[in-house]
């Protein structure tokens, strides 16, 4: 099933930040969205004219959707006031929601997103709900009561002093004192090329410290003036890698690295300002087309339902210089069979491949020309008829040669796969196949450069039926 999660923010009109980027950085990250607005605003990305705030109709909002979707995680951002506050707590508490805060109180437009006073009753009545907590400095120092400013040079005592004062708000008392939490400084200090934000991991069972500290530095961007809407980003970003079922290591992890890459790439509105661009690349809209050139080549003809293996079938395609999962599109939710034909189960989307992701990027690091891999059913006639009647290459992989210890890590089985052919062709061939092992179903792989290429190969064996 597609994961999903819910933001609960202010709407924004620029949609550089508030409920606007949060749904578009959900869909980027290839979760659903689900939204509940808790005020109107009236801003650009630099002036903040004021908001209106929907309290009055934020339970049945959240009543209507909580009831009826099984919602996990949850974003929150912008909190008028303490009608909202007890609606949005109270809803945490009911639905066992997994949150996480973006405790703003000032817009990045300048501007109070609040009535006047709320922190108070936000650190003592919501903060002890929370499970990931993103101030920024400023914001950070405030529920601290302290002041670190930041410097050229990063103060690791001091930020940790501040990350230990305010944990102490995330729990209620020392019997909830059991639940792994974060807490998120963003930009907590600078210098002269890069930014930092400071994460706090706090993890009660932990034999050793309970506290685990790290920095992430991402490098400054080369534009003049505030980008609108950062937090926001950042924020949804993580939620949306917890619902797809990540830790809160990794997820923090996942969104350092999704905002870092985003970071680097503004929308200039004209005189009003700037937003981080959330929208495709170019390489990016080429790989998802490739992929759909491939999939309707597929599905046209109804031949190809017999090349679809129990697990279904992915068609995977990779950036240039891909590194990480996140770099690799894919049908979310693969391939079936409806009514004899190949059939699409979910749209194309970066970050929904998994086997074909990692069998792509293991095989770059040895020929960077392949961006494409297809996985096909096995049958040992098949594999006769190919071999003897076209010019691919196949190379039989035996898993029972794989060593022991990686068997059951399947990162470590693509990595053993492609080396495998590599020690003994010298190359990665056209199709890479195995007759399984226990739990393990026989497969085709098909690989290649482009989506051209990939047709030519695919004609060569559909044309073999």
Excluded at 197 to 207: A, G, L, M, T, W
Excluded at 287 to 316: G, T, W
Aim: some cysteine.
């Amino acid at each position: 099933m597609k994961p999903y999660c819910l933001t609960i923010a202010g709407s924004d009109p620029t949609s550089g930040a508030g409920i606007q980027a949060d749904i578009r950085t959900f869909d980027r990250i290839g979760v659903h969205p689900f939204s509940v607005i808790t005020a109107i605003t009236y801003q650009t990305a630099t002036e903040f004219l004021g908001y209106k705030s929907l309290s009055d109709d934020l339970d049945k909002q959240l009543d209507v959707i909580l009831s009826s979707y099984p919602i996990k995680f949850v974003k929150i951002g912008m909190i008028t006031d303490i009608k909202s506050l007890e609606i949005i707590k109270n809803a945490i508490i009911s639905y066992n929601l997994i949150a996480i805060l973006d405790p703003l109180s000032i817009s990045s437009a300048g501007g109070r997103l609040s009535s006047e006073g709320l922190e108070f009753e936000l650190e003592r009545d919501l903060f002890p709900y929370i499970t990931i907590l993103t101030p920024n400095l400023s914001e950070a120092n405030f529920y601290a009561h302290m002041e670190v400013r930041n410097d050229i040079t990063i103060n690791l005592d001091q930020l940790q002093l501040i990350a230990k004062n305010i944990t102490k708000s995330l729990y209620l008392d020392k019997s909830s004192f059991d639940k792994e939490k974060a807490l998120i400084i963003k930009s907590a200090g600078s210098n002269e090329k890069n930014i930092f934000d400071f994460v706090c991991f706090i993890n009660p069972k932990s034999r050793k410290d309970k506290f685990e500290y790290k920095l992430y530095g991402k490098p400054k961007i080369q534009v003049k003036g505030n980008v609108h809407g950062t937090g926001c980003v950042f924020s949804s970003a993580i939620t949306a890698y917890l619902a797809k079922n990540y830790s809160i290591k990794e997820a923090v992890d996942k969104a350092e690295g999704f905002f870092n890459n985003k970071f680097q790439n503004v929308i200039d509105l004209s005189t009003k300002g700037k937003v981080l661009d959330l929208t495709l690349s170019n390489d990016e809209i080429q790989v998802i087309s490739q992929i759909k050139e491939l999939y309707n080549y597929i599905s046209s003809d109804n031949r190809f339902a017999i090349l679809i293996p129990e697990v279904r079938m992915n068609i995977s395609g990779s950036l240039p210089d891909a590194k990480s999962k996140e770099e690799i599109a894919g049908i979310e939710g693969r391939v079936t069979i409806i009514d004899g034909y190949p059939y699409a189960s979910g749209d194309v989307k970066f970050g929904v491949s998994d086997h074909t992701a990692r069998l792509i990027l293991e095989a770059k690091k040895y020929d960077n020309s392949i961006n494409f891999v297809i996985n096909l059913k096995y049958s040992p006639e098949w594999v006769k008829l190919i071999e003897s009647n076209t010019d691919l290459t196949l190379k039989e992989i035996i898993r029972e040669d794989q060593p022991e210890k990686m068997r059951n890590k399947e990162d470590s089985t693509m990595q053993w796969l492609i080396k495998r052919s590599i020690e003994e062709i010298g190359r990665i061939p056209d199709i890479i196949w195995d007759k399984g092992s226990m739990g393990k179903e026989p497969m085709l792989r098909l690989f290649g450069k482009d989506s051209n290429d990939m047709k030519l190969k695919l004609k060569k064996i559909i044309t073999l039926f």
